[in-house]
């Protein structure tokens, strides 16, 4: 009588393989469920703080799109004018959710804070 051998070193094999690939499947998973960034100036800079009305104005109204990157390298002799086309601008060419009437504010605490009337 001759003893059959059921276990054989090639089913260890495939085992071996299945296991393997498994796990190489779960490091390639897609990754495109993940969100896709817009690339704005991403740094950061916080508006700076400030008692007038304008400064709440201005984290409510200017805060969705970029930081306070741009405003802290506009001129820092800026005029009033130059402030509120400023926030015309974002308003008219970018959408910018600002009131008509919270504009003279918020020009205010940026000519005030970044522009010629700067402490
Ligand atoms: C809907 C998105 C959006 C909002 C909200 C927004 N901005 Fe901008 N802002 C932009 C984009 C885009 C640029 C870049 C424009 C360019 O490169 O010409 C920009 C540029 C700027 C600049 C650089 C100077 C210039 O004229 O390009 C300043 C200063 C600025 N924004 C201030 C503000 C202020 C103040 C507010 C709130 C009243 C505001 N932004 C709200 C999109 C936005």
Redesign the pocket.
Same mark, same amino acid.
């Given at each position: 009588m001759t003893k059959t051998k059921h276990f054989t070193w090639s089913s260890v094999a495939g085992i071996a393989a299945m296991t393997y690939m498994t796990s190489a499947s779960l490091l390639f998973t897609p990754t495109s469920a993940v969100a896709k960034d817009i690339e704005?100036p991403g740094d950061g800079t916080l508006w700076r703080p400030s008692a007038l009305p304008g400064y709440q104005?201005?984290l409510q109204? %200017?805060? &969705? %799109?970029?930081s /306070?990157h !741009? &405003?802290e !390298? +506009?001129p820092p002799n800026s005029s009033p004018a130059y402030?509120q &086309?400023?926030?015309v601008?974002? +308003?008219k /060419?970018?959408? &910018?959710?600002?009131s008509d009437s919270d $504009?003279a504010l $918020?020009t205010e605490y940026?000519t005030q804070t970044?522009g010629e009337n700067r402490k």
């Open positions: 704005l104005l201005t109204n %200017c805060s &969705a %799109c970029h /306070a !741009y &405003a !390298y +506009q402030w &086309a400023t926030v601008k974002m +308003q /060419a970018f959408k &910018a959710p600002v $504009i $918020i940026l970044y």
